[in-house]
């Protein structure tokens, strides 16, 4: 009895530390930054207390629309299209086909390099004067194009999101460890009943690895709401506010001593990303398979 | 035993840690470091310079006075960082602003050091007391402006003579001329842009129309005037039949005034500030370039868009000590001597008045910045000097609407008013 209490103590002085780290600086920044969206506040003047007025504004303001909506963009991109290709190179790749050791460290590569470096990269790609892909669809096309692949309302934001889709290094290395792990018996035994590889991956790989891609889905669907430094490297939010997300909106706002509606962007940033990616990991929720 | 010793290491731990937490200020005997986010770093024609100047203070104050400079290179950030950094109450120790609408709104804090009694008292007795006057309100000052500038238009002569121009045009009409003889030699008639954190090419040319459309009051009135709504028109013409680059909606400053220095377009406008870089980076445009008023758009000619473009400014603080070495600092780079090094090095316009000795010559472009400011029918304002941030913000996403044919500019310019 005593040696239970003293271990739950002991427990709890060890996680102490954490807990008080967490409600510094998360419970308590988040419960300012709510009642913060609560005022007009430029920073230096007295804050004028406004209700939920600012949330209504934001409603309204089709800037705050455009950017929740490409947030979700962003989310739906990362946690299915990113991830999906992730898991489709760790499943390559843990075949241990020719070579597999040289690309995964190619595909991880870009993790290692700095966010607004690989941002230049592909602005310079994508420039409508000088940029190598409009360079190349005119060699193919024959006669020459000049596309503003960032500045034209139709393409920006894909422009965006197919160079950050495309960095799939990270994802893949976690899906990759979780794939290597599942016994090779598996597969044999698969194999003697006359699988084919892609219904080993489809009935073994898959359920196997189901709890680590949800992880990583949910993962990367946390990147997509909280996405800034591309857009803001790459468009700044542009053309017009196209592409802008509530991240970036909420970086404007408080460049703008507009602080209790910055506020409120990031109080509904954070309820609109819990509910959905709680939303979506219900429904991705299913059985697992113990090894 | 072991139970022992990690007591008395913990003990210590704490003791050691306690009068860190608890010290409040900075014992006299220490020397007071001046942190200073500084945008003049980097590829920027003041850099060098001002590197220079900061360790011959650090040097000449050794033990008493410290100034570090964090390199701030992009524009944009910095301007976010700083007023971001003001408005949660904290500021850098010593930095450097813009002066607009939310400038003046600093005023209503004591978040900014007052310099209001220092001034009286003979502080930097070079900065012209007409530039400080400009940033009284109601009796104190609390930024200090020490870069001025205009923004005229910049052209190349090489192009315009090889497109049989001979002189810079002087109207509207005229320039739309212009711009066909210069499509057909293949050059790309201006840079534009609409990104950035400002525009600011672009938000120049807006300046410009709306001075000579509207004249020197014409910002005190609202977006909706009438000259405004033209302006915005012909702003609009600027981006269509190829009269700039493909990528210009989008583009920074960087890639607009890379294409001039590239020689791919011939005329964009930009600031004095501007000339140490193509001096250095671009010398043979640079060599050929030229400078003019804007073309007349309306019945006001010859004026300039002319501002405090930079002011110094620092937090406010009660420790004697800092507030002394700052107030020093400040009056070092005020120094007349100081300030020609920064003005000749840089080809900026600074407010400490200097003069020249035998043997020294100002770069002959900066000259012609002077002889066209003092020549100017009136120094009209800005538009980002005349709005706060949140106006400013929807100036470079309204032209890309306007150009995609989005909104009209009567809607352009409702926007920017419904945001002011």
């Known amino acids: ?291 | 035993m072991q139970k022992w010793r990690s007591i008395v290491l913990f003990t210590v731990l704490v003791l050691a840690l306690v009068p860190h937490a608890f010290a409040s200020g900075r014992a006299d005997s220490e020397e007071v470091v001046i942190h200073w986010p500084c945008i003049w770093v980097g590829a920027d024609a003041k850099a060098a310079v001002v590197a220079d100047l900061v360790d011959a203070y650090n040097a000449e104050n050794a033990g008493s006075i410290r100034v570090v400079i964090e390199e701030m290179p992009d524009y944009a950030v910095y301007d976010r960082k700083i007023v971001a950094e003001i408005a949660s109450g904290s500021p850098p120790d010593f930095f450097t602003l813009k002066w607009n609408a939310d400038t003046r709104a600093y005023y209503e804090s004591d978040i900014l050091m007052d310099f209001t009694d220092e001034l009286a008292a003979g502080w930097v007795p070079a900065i012209s007391r007409e530039s400080i006057a400009q940033a009284t309100i109601d009796g104190r000052v609390k930024v200090l402006p020490y870069e001025t500038a205009i923004t005229p238009i910049w052209y190349n002569t090489e192009i315009f003579d090889q497109a049989g121009i001979a002189d810079f045009p002087a109207t509207i009409d005229e320039m739309w001329g212009t711009f066909e003889k210069l499509k057909s030699i293949g050059v790309i008639p201006t840079s534009q842009m609409t990104g950035g954190n400002n525009a600011f090419t672009t938000q120049m040319w807006f300046s410009h129309l709306v001075n000579s459309i509207g004249g020197p009051d014409i910002w005190s009135k609202p977006f909706t005037d009438p000259a405004f709504v033209e302006a915005a028109s012909i702003l609009k013409q600027f981006f269509e039949n190829g009269n700039t680059t493909a990528d210009a909606i989008g583009a920074t400053a960087g890639v607009s005034s890379g294409h001039y220095m590239a020689g791919r377009t011939a005329i964009f406008s930009n600031g004095p500030w501007f000339i140490g870089n193509i001096r250095s980076n671009a010398p043979d445009i640079y060599s050929v370039t030229a400078i003019s008023p804007a073309p007349a758009a309306g019945p006001y000619t010859g004026s300039q868009v002319g501002f405090t473009l930079t002011a110094f400014a620092a937090a406010n603080t009660n420790d004697a000590a800092r507030r002394a070495a700052i107030l020093d600092f400040i009056g070092y780079l005020a120094l007349p001597e100081n300030a020609k090094a920064i003005s000749l090095e840089s080809g900026s316009l600074l407010t400490p008045e200097f003069t020249l000795d035998a043997g020294e010559n100002m770069d002959p472009l900066q000259a012609e910045f002077i002889k066209l400011r003092d020549s100017a029918t009136f120094l009209g304002r800005r538009f980002d000097t005349t709005v706060p941030v949140s106006v400013l913000d929807e100036f470079g996403p309204g032209i890309d609407e306007l150009v995609a044919g989005r909104i009209s500019p009567e809607e352009f310019v409702a926007r920017l008013e419904a945001v002011r």
């Open chain 1, 1 to 291: 009895m005593i040696g239970k209490r003293r271990e739950t103590i002991g427990n709890t002085l060890m996680l102490l530390p954490l807990i008080l780290l967490f409600i510094a600086f998360f419970i308590y920044p988040l419960l300012y930054v709510i009642y913060t969206s609560l005022f007009e506040w430029n920073g230096f003047t007295r804050p004028d207390f406004v209700g939920i007025g600012n949330y209504g504004n934001l409603f309204r303001n089709v800037v705050f629309q455009t950017s929740a909506r490409n947030n979700v963009v962003w989310v739906f991109s990362l946690g299915f299209l990113q991830v999906g290709l992730a898991a489709l190179a760790a499943f390559i790749l843990a075949r241990k086909p020719k070579g597999w050791r040289f690309l995964r460290t190619v595909y991880f590569l870009p993790r290692v390099i700095s966010a607004v470096a690989i941002a230049l990269l592909w602005q310079t790609i994508y420039n409508a004067e000088y940029g190598a892909l409009n360079a190349i669809l005119s060699r193919i096309a024959g006669y020459p194009i000049r596309h503003n692949w960032l500045g034209s309302y139709g393409t920006a934001l894909p422009a965006i999101v197919v160079q950050q889709v495309f960095y799939i290094g990270y994802f893949m290395i976690i899906v990759f460890a979780s794939t290597t792990t599942i016994p090779r018996s598996y597969y044999e035994a698969a194999e003697m009943d006359g699988a084919t590889t892609f219904q080993q991956e489809r009935y073994i790989t898959l359920p196997m690895a189901r709890n680590t891609l949800v992880t990583s889905m949910t993962l990367a669907m946390a990147y997509g709401m909280r996405h800034f430094e591309p857009t803001f490297l790459m468009t700044g939010g542009g053309p017009g506010h196209s592409t802008s997300v509530l991240g970036l909106m909420m970086y404007k706002r408080i460049a703008q001593t507009k602080l209790g509606d910055a506020a409120a962007i990031g109080t509904l940033l954070v309820a609109i990303g819990f509910t959905l990616i709680m939303t979506i990991r219900r429904l991705l929720r299913g059985e697992t398979y113990e090894r």
